[in-house]
């Protein structure tokens, strides 16, 4: 077949979305030969680039173009959104590297050096992670997130860590959402009710359908995860660090739903106060949405009760830019979801954020990693680990006195700093994802006997003070 040209313009076959599960899956489309070098955020793949034939599901050239289309669609979106000099975290480099089949894993993960992809076959399926487009704008977003935020990288804290699942499948939303194709499918399915289950807020159904061949409970009905959900807050220290996919835990990916959930709802109200009700009407929605949380993410403070910061500097935002129009529609999606109380929600009123303006407007991305963090000293061998160790735990100091909705009525009292990092630290040691080198643990350690499972967490020499500190590896 010849390549097809539309005017001068070469174009490549791509999925829009998630391949989707065996027997539902999406059609191809075609789209422009992807460029990655968009500023402020230039991606390059590490394959060879194949040419740009008429090659389809299955082969190595159509899961190079779907990867290249979502990097540069998903880096289209956010460059207009976030601060000018934004830019990769140093250890990336000027350009984000991408390996799209570094090994058999059903995984894809963010390190500081790049994005990596994986591929396993699961009932005589190829499942490449690269080859959804969702799951590359997710992991996109962790780097996005990590430029604006890098003081969140090592945060021992599990709001910090579900905000960087979070946004990632908010990446994945909003960049769906800048392609007219798809608003004009999920306004079809939705009614116009933007906030139900679509084909936009269901993330990584084939991923999801294949984690689910193999452990029945480890994922959503038909997908991964779904911003389209009712998770309502709770302080992740009193959660359990583990639990099936109907149930809120602790974990990352499962708090993540709460936050993401109340961010659909958010694009959700912001579109019925546009003035019409069509496809350019929710483009728009998309996009003050997405500018108000990169607003809010480069300004609230590192804390515990992290959620609440980032919801309230989210209406701090909008009263700067929009002069509060979509307040209504925020209050009620945080409140929704608890991460904003009643209480907390109506504090945040036109003077009190007016009183705040000015250090919200100043504040720039960037900064050092540990930045805004406070260093908390545990006693190692509680933990079968030699020596005192170094926890990165939430230290900056409040601006707006909010937190999330107790269930039983009134605001949850946030956690002291230590404490979140210590339960941070054992939810890490009990599901296994923490590296401990021989040399560093003693005979009692409790060391995860599944030697297959990623380590996203290391216990490696402190850089900054004497002896052993929590490191981070990965988003996975």
Known sequence: MTVQQHATTQTVLVYEDDP??????????????????????????AEAAPNPDSAGPGTPAFRYWVAADALSTGCQ?????????????????????????????LNAFYDRRGLKFFHQRVEGVDVF???????????????????????????AMHESDALHEAFGDISALLTALQLESLRITVLTQTQGRLEQSSRVSRLAEQLGWALRKIVPDAAEPDCLRNMSNHFFYRDPVQLPPVGPANMLTSESHSFSRVFSGAFLKTVAGIFRQQDSQDQVALAEAARIAGQLLVDAVVAAPVVSGYYAQVAGHMIAADQRRNGGKYGPSLRSAFTRHG??????????????????????????????DEEGLTMVTVQGMAYGIKGPLTLYAP????????????????????????QVATSYLEDLLRRGRV?????????????????????????????????LALVRRCFD
């Open 20 to 45: 989707g599960a065996p027997l539902q899956e999406n059609v191809p489309v075609r789209h422009p030969v992807p460029q990655l070098d968009t500023q402020p955020f230039p991606t390059a793949i």
């Open 77 to 105: 979106t956010w460059g207009p959104l976030v601060p000018t000099g934004t830019q990769w975290v140093p250890s990336v480099g000027r350009v984000l590297t991408v390996h799209l089949d570094a090994g058999v894993d």
């Open 129 to 155: 992670s690269g080859q959804s487009p969702e799951i590359v704008r997710h992991e996109l977003g962790h780097a996005i997130l990590d430029a604006l935020r890098p003081q969140l990288f090592n945060a």
């Open 339 to 368: 991460i904003l109380s009643l209480g907390a929600a109506t504090s945040l009123t036109a003077t009190e954020m007016t009183r705040q303006g000015a250090a919200v407007a100043e504040a720039t991305p960037g900064g050092s």
């Open 395 to 418: 230290g900056e100091a409040r601006r707006f006195g909010i937190a999330g909705s107790d269930p039983a009525g009134g605001s949850v009292r946030p956690a002291d700093p230590e």
């Open 435 to 467: 590296e401990i080198p021989a040399e560093h643990r003693t005979d009692v350690a409790v060391v995860d006997d599944n030697p297959t499972r990623l380590k996203t967490h290391e216990i490696a020499r402190s850089e900054t003070t004497e002896g």
